[in-house]
């Protein structure tokens, strides 16, 4: 096995280098990020709607406050704040808990560790186009990174230079006995990078391929596609899972239209009261196109490591492992 050491300076290297070349492909500033946000303040990220933050309260404001599940609408606000100028964004390296997962695997774990990066677009620029251009730029930083590191798992040779996209409806329709995970399976071994568009919104037969907030990506509005939204799922193919692998979620975030549309789907008008909601509606907050980059997944991908536990804190990987075997 692989000294635990020699692999941990690998993990921080390979995180430094993609920093590096993202902040170089989207022209971002990398920022500090929050652990926690107020409770009321409608920054939180609701994942899946049934996800419980963790939460303490501080002493000495009584202030209750949660620990992030993303920071999706926590940047948004900041560029608004720092009146950012369309092209100029931001990203912060994330640590979140998320104790609510269904079960522990090579792949999931209660740390989510991410880049998360958002970036201040014009409001004619909400289109597939401006989405699949931002799509590329990530992938051409993940193709930077790995050149930099060496390629020391000889990806490059098998990889495809451009990402294939697909909208979850066409996806559907190609694999319509499939579920969306085995969807997702059949279409990453064949292209071997892919974004699906349109994540959230329901499918022609009723279903949904995965579930998304109402208030941060635009999962509704119509576009050219066969399917709605403008956002989705970047995947790539890990040899050694023998999996399709999600490395990030992001998409163009909604405007006044969307959120009212997604909140009224999905049945949660009364989250429109609170103050980060009252200031979209307002027309306080610019417009963007933003997400997160799973950094545990991307470096096991870049290191072809079978497990997240091998790059993320080694104190705690006995512990996950026990708990993974459990579930």
């Given at each position: 096995?692989?000294?635990?050491?020699?692999?941990?300076?690998?993990?921080?290297?390979?995180k430094?280098?993609?920093?590096?070349?993202?902040?170089?492909?989207?022209?971002?500033?990398?920022?500090?990020?929050p652990?926690?946000?107020?409770?009321?303040?409608?920054?939180?990220?609701?994942?899946?709607?049934?996800?419980?933050?963790?939460?303490f309260?501080?002493?000495?404001?009584?202030?209750?406050?949660?620990?992030?599940?993303?920071?999706?609408?926590w940047k948004?606000?900041?560029?608004?704040?720092?009146?950012?100028?369309?092209?100029?964004?931001?990203?912060?390296?994330?640590?979140?808990?998320?104790?609510?997962?269904?079960?522990?695997?090579?792949?999931?774990?209660?740390?989510?560790?991410q880049?998360?990066?958002?970036?201040?677009?014009?409001?004619?620029?909400r289109?597939?186009?401006?989405?699949?251009?931002?799509?590329?730029?990530?992938?051409?930083?993940?193709?930077?990174?790995?050149?930099?590191?060496?390629?020391?798992?000889?990806?490059?040779?098998?990889?495809p230079?451009?990402v294939?996209?697909?909208?979850?409806?066409?996806?559907?329709q190609?694999?319509?006995?499939?579920?969306?995970?085995?969807?997702?399976?059949?279409i990453?071994?064949?292209?071997?990078?892919?974004?699906?568009i349109?994540?959230g919104?329901?499918?022609?037969?009723?279903?949904?391929h995965?579930?998304?907030?109402?208030?941060y990506?635009?999962?509704?509005?119509?576009?050219?596609l066969?399917?709605?939204?403008?956002n989705?799922?970047?995947?790539?193919?890990?040899?050694r899972?023998?999996?399709?692998?999600?490395?990030?979620?992001?998409?163009?975030?909604?405007?006044?239209?969307?959120?009212?549309?997604?909140?009224?789907?999905?049945?949660?008008?009364?989250?429109?009261?609170?103050?980060?909601?009252?200031?979209?509606?307002?027309?306080?907050?610019?417009?963007t196109?933003?997400?997160?980059?799973?950094?545990?997944?991307?470096?096991?991908?870049?290191?072809?490591?079978?497990?997240?536990t091998?790059v993320?804190?080694?104190?705690?990987?006995?512990?996950?492992?026990?708990?993974?075997?459990?579930?």
């Amino acid at each position: 096995m692989q000294s635990i050491f020699v692999l941990q300076q690998q993990v921080a290297h390979a995180k430094h280098l993609f920093t590096q070349a993202l902040c170089q492909r989207l022209q971002l500033i990398e920022v500090q990020a929050p652990l926690s946000l107020a409770v009321g303040s409608g920054m939180q990220d609701t994942l899946g709607g049934h996800e419980q933050p963790v939460s303490f309260r501080i002493r000495s404001t009584q202030q209750q406050h949660e620990v992030v599940h993303s920071l999706a609408k926590w940047k948004r606000a900041v560029l608004a704040d720092y009146q950012a100028t369309v092209g100029q964004g931001i990203v912060a390296q994330m640590r979140a808990l998320r104790p609510d997962e269904d079960r522990l695997s090579e792949r999931h774990s209660i740390l989510v560790e991410q880049w998360d990066w958002e970036q201040v677009i014009a409001a004619d620029e909400r289109t597939i186009a401006l989405l699949k251009q931002r799509v590329q730029a990530i992938y051409r930083a993940v193709l930077d990174s790995l050149v930099a590191l060496g390629d020391p798992a000889d990806l490059l040779p098998s990889l495809p230079q451009q990402v294939t996209f697909i909208d979850s409806e066409t996806l559907r329709q190609q694999f319509p006995l499939l579920s969306p995970k085995q969807r997702e399976r059949e279409i990453v071994l064949k292209h071997k990078v892919v974004f699906i568009i349109g994540i959230g919104g329901q499918l022609a037969d009723g279903s949904v391929h995965d579930g998304r907030a109402a208030d941060y990506d635009d999962w509704s509005s119509p576009t050219e596609l066969p399917g709605v939204g403008l956002n989705g799922d970047l995947l790539v193919w890990h040899e050694r899972l023998d999996d399709a692998l999600e490395l990030s979620s992001m998409g163009i975030r909604v405007d006044r239209q969307a959120l009212q549309r997604q909140s009224r789907l999905q049945g949660c008008l009364d989250s429109l009261e609170q103050p980060w909601h009252q200031r979209l509606l307002k027309g306080e907050l610019p417009a963007t196109i933003g997400g997160g980059i799973g950094q545990s997944r991307l470096i096991m991908w870049l290191l072809q490591c079978d497990h997240i536990t091998q790059v993320q804190a080694p104190a705690a990987q006995e512990q996950i492992a026990q708990q993974s075997e459990v579930a």
